[in-house]
């Protein structure tokens, strides 16, 4: 039985022959680091890690390519980032909608005396704009939030958010774990300080490699987590001052960078249009197919019912059969590969009415075909009844 992979939201899969080819390469051709061989090979790739900062900086409206630094992924670059700049006494809104990657270093954070708040979002998902600016307090230093659901795909508002946090004097952290490598994101135009990025979702590169993108204002601020050799300096035992030594310590991921550094040149050749008009019509088939399912009161979709305002991420509920029971079925008995349960957004689904039975997760990438959706369509309607 052939395989239909449609947890995109979790891992991009396949990934681009390129991105392969340029991992296995380095593997077994090149093997350097970088900042710590005093020969050619190690100097060459210095320049791969440089471009790719730089292809970074320019599909994220960054300002200096030396301010992008390199994580392990985006739940680290998070960490970095909030316990970097949060201190006791500090406050600090979210969504409604987030992961944990953002939830669980808040909780932590809230132990050791900083506050935070949720702004609510609607039964869709979608954040309540209007009640931002009345959840800000004299203590507020910074707003934190997903661009796009992990769990149902609906895009919150960043240039708006932005703005605020401009009028307000606040830092703006944003995750784009579901949104990088579809959504244009312009980190000047929507007033960002800190963009986290992951590599080996929609960005296309290996799992292991992630990042962060800093506004030259926010660099002093961020006290680095982590600390050790950077092969700069090496004279001293202090942390490099300067950029992008500073958060980077310890071996770098060269072969997650090297297949980063493919996969967006991947993209860059596609076009984020592109990308984006081919999720949104595999995505729009899918609700259409299934909407049939969901007014026989078989199936509930969960979240927006179009395509505007979102990504290629959907959740269902199967009415009548286990949410498990069914994703189960669907990997067993056709091929088709999903996540079901809580997405690690415990919170997102209490906002969705969802929790704690969760969802059965499909979400697009740009390998899926018609034919996949297609074939989706036809099972659900077939384990629904």
């Known amino acids: 039985m052939e395989k239909i992979y449609l947890d995109n939201g979790a891992t991009s899969f396949p990934k681009p022959r390129e991105v392969a080819d340029a991992v296995y390469e380095y593997m ?59 201190k006791p006494g500090d406050h600090i809104l979210c969504s409604s909608m987030e992961h944990n990657a953002v939830m669980r270093p808040l909780v932590q954070l809230s132990k050791k005396g900083i506050e935070f708040d949720r702004i609510p979002g609607t039964g869709c998902g979608e954040l309540v704009l209007d009640a931002v600016e009345g959840m800000i307090k004299e203590n507020t230093v910074a ?55 992951t590599g080996h979702k929609s960005l296309l590169g290996p799992q292991g490699i992630g990042g ?3 506004d030259e204002g926010m660099i002093r601020l961020i006290d680095p987590l982590l600390s050790g050799g950077t092969g700069s300096i090496s004279h001293t035992e202090e942390i490099p001052d300067f950029m992008p030594d500073r958060f980077e310590p310890g071996t770098m991921n060269i072969p997650g960078i090297v297949g980063l550094h493919a996969g967006l ?3 860059k050749e596609k076009g984020l249009d592109a990308i984006r008009d081919h999720e949104l019509g595999l995505t729009k088939r ?8 969901e007014d026989a009161g078989k199936l509930k979709i969960i979240g927006l019912k179009g395509i505007e305002g979102r990504t290629g991420v959907v959740s269902v509920q199967t009415l009548g059969v286990d949410c498990a029971d069914a994703a189960f079925r669907l990997d067993f008995e056709y091929g088709i590969e999903t996540r079901v349960g809580l997405h690690c957004a415990p919170n997102a689904h209490k906002t969705l009415g969802t929790y704690p039975t969760g969802t ?23 384990i629904c009844g």
């Open 28 to 86: 077994t051709s090149i093997g350097a680091n970088i900042n710590r061989g005093g020969y050619q090979v190690a100097y060459d790739l210095e320049g791969t890690v440089f471009e790719t900062r730089e292809m970074l900086m320019e599909m994220f409206g960054g300002s200096d390519c030396k301010n992008v630094v390199f994580t392990k992924n985006i739940t680290e670059s998070l960490n970095v980032v909030l316990k970097g700049l949060l």
């Open 143 to 197: 707003i934190v939030m997903t661009h796009a659901s992990n769990l149902v795909g609906t895009v919150n508002p960043l240039k708006e958010v932005g703005e605020i946090c401009q009028k307000h004097g606040l830092k703006f952290i944003v995750d784009s774990a579901q949104s990088a490598g579809i959504i244009p994101i312009d980190m000047k135009e929507m007033h960002i300080d800190a963009l986290c990025f």
């Open 212 to 214: 962060f993108i800093l």
């Open 265 to 267: 040149k991947w993209i």
């Open 286 to 293: 899918f609700l259409d197919g299934i909407l049939p399912l």
């Open 360 to 382: 059965i997760r499909f979400s697009f990438g740009n390998f899926n075909t018609e034919a996949d959706v297609d074939t989706a369509i036809k099972a659900l309607t077939e």
